[in-house]
């Protein structure tokens, strides 16, 4: 398995902008999808976005896109996601997730390592 700590989470106010990272250590290669999702209380987690680690490949849920960008740097091991034109529903826990495959997946249960979460909040 693939460890993974998010970071970069916080409090914005609608219309801000954050960017979250996810630094990936152990058995990482380049044959992973890395993933974001969201979960808030009492919801399932919410897919948000992910990216192929081998050719960069991204696909993004049609509530983020256009807003969101999923970038990878092969030198930090690291995920990034940058948020702009944050609104109040996109207020969550942000996870990040590796999937052992060059397919990309938007299914929360086709990802095998995920780390610890950060919390998002966009309020004024």
């Known amino acids: 398995q693939v460890q993974l700590v998010e970071s970069g989470g916080g409090l914005v106010q609608p219309g801000g902008s954050l960017t979250l990272s996810c630094a990936a250590s152990?058995?990482?290669?380049?044959?992973?999808?890395m993933g974001w999702f969201r979960q808030t209380p009492g919801k399932e987690r919410e897919f948000v976005a992910c990216?192929?680690?081998?050719?960069?490949?991204?696909y993004y849920a049609d509530s983020v896109k256009g807003r969101f960008t999923i970038s990878r740097d092969n030198a930090k091991n690291t995920v990034y996601l940058q948020m702009n034109n944050l609104k109040p529903e996109d207020t969550a826990v942000y996870y990040c997730a590796a999937r052992p495959s060059y397919l990309i997946s938007i299914k929360a249960g086709e990802y095998d390592s995920w780390g610890q979460g950060t919390q998002v909040t966009v309020s004024p």
């Open positions: 990216i192929s680690w081998n050719n960069g490949i991204t």
């Open positions: 152990g058995r990482t290669n380049r044959n992973y999808v």
